[in-house]
């Protein structure tokens, strides 16, 4: 065999031992440039009803019809969103599965000493979705009205006043310890899976109270089945113009912004979370979500609301949650 035809096998060999990992790249470059090319997971960590169920379901809506493609929405509820987070923190990175992150995950990562996965490695942060108050609501068989009358029979009734949460931990959960520190009070916590089965017993009177996340109550208030107290915004939320905040009632230095992002799995290529990140903006203005948003007291994020925005705040949350959950001395497990 001559030298040059030795040279021409060789050089064969080489291509074809390449071409395994060229079409592989090529695959997955196409893979990305084709996404997505079928329907979208969206996790919830909470049972359907709650605030960010509700939330989850109007953006995947709307991200829907602007990635021509099914977004659809599944609740894993428990552990306050740990259950979730995790089923979707070990989910492939190619951007068909995502989780709706709230501030419970923030909140668990001082809260839960054996958590299996870690918010701020195990997660692209996508964009934010929305903040908005809680509200203090209470069944209106109770004879309270107002802060002082919250305050005044929680201390003379101590331990008989309940108040419900959607699960250990969560921002509703959060509100009500902060409470009892700022007041001097002593409340009942009652844990539930979800604002929804939450919600259903206060209005069913089996709890007296809750600091709910706005939305899940809001249509409850209007009914006037629930009635507010007060919101833990430093302002008065436009839903309620006429509920006033704790602040205004003298309980100072009690403020909860509950939040809601969109997140992927680790190692999610950045082109992906850029397409995501831009359908959900162009999601947050079209006119049907802003109504939304007015109507159910959601807040939309302000621009340019980036993975990178959203990066930095989550991980301001998990610093300022980490020094409230020594402080109120809480634990999970």
């Known amino acids: 065999m001559t030298f040059a035809l030795k040279k021409l096998f060789l050089n064969i060999g080489i291509f074809s031992a390449a071409m395994p990992a060229m079409m592989l790249g090529a695959s997955s ?46 609740n894993r509820a428990g552990a306050n969103s ?4 995790e089923y979707v923190s070990r989910a492939k990175n190619d951007g ?41 609501v209470v069944n209106p068989k109770r004879p309270f009205k107002t802060v002082d009358e919250y305050i005044d029979y929680a201390r003379k009734n ?5 108040c419900a949460s959607s699960g250990i931990g969560s921002s509703i959960h959060m509100s009500c310890e902060l409470f009892k520190i700022q007041t001097g009070t002593n409340i009942l916590h009652v844990p539930y899976r979800g604002s929804g089965p939450a919600v259903a017993d206060l209005l069913g009177g089996q709890v007296d ?5 706005l939305p899940s109550s809001l249509a409850h208030i209007k009914a006037g089945t629930l009635r507010p107290i007060a919101t833990t915004t430093a302002n008065r939320v436009d839903a309620l ?18 939040w809601f992002g969109i ?23 079209k006119p049907e979500v802003i109504k939304a948003y007015q109507t159910n007291g959601f807040t939309a994020p ?12 989550a991980q301001s949350e998990v610093d300022k949650w980490a020094l409230v959950v020594e402080k109120a001395n809480i634990k999970a497990n």
């Open 241 to 258: 113009p006429d509920t006033p905040t704790f602040a205004e009632k003298g309980v100072k230095d009690f403020l909860v912004q509950s």
């Open 29 to 74: 470059a196409i893979a990305q440039t084709d996404y997505p090319a079928r329907p979208i997971t969206m996790v919830v960590g909470y049972a359907a009803g709650g605030a960010t169920d509700i939330l989850a379901r109007l953006i995947a809506k709307s991200i829907s019809e602007e990635l021509k493609q099914t977004v659809i929405v599944e």
């Open 158 to 162: 101590p331990g008989d006043l309940t």
């Open 82 to 85: 740990n259950i979730g987070a």
């Open 96 to 136: 068909y599965t995502l989780y709706v992150g709230t501030i419970a995950n923030t909140i668990n990562k001082a809260l839960y000493k054996d958590l299996r996965y870690d918010f701020m490695k195990d997660f692209e942060p996508v964009g934010m979705m929305a903040t908005i108050s809680n509200v203090l």
């Open 209 to 213: 109270s809750m600091f709910d996340n």
């Open 263 to 285: 997140n992927a799995p680790a190692g999610t290529p950045a082109s992906i979370i850029q397409t995501l990140n831009q359908a959900l903006n162009d999601a947050l203005k």
């Open 302 to 313: 302000p621009p340019p609301n980036s993975p990178e925005s959203f990066r930095q705040y």
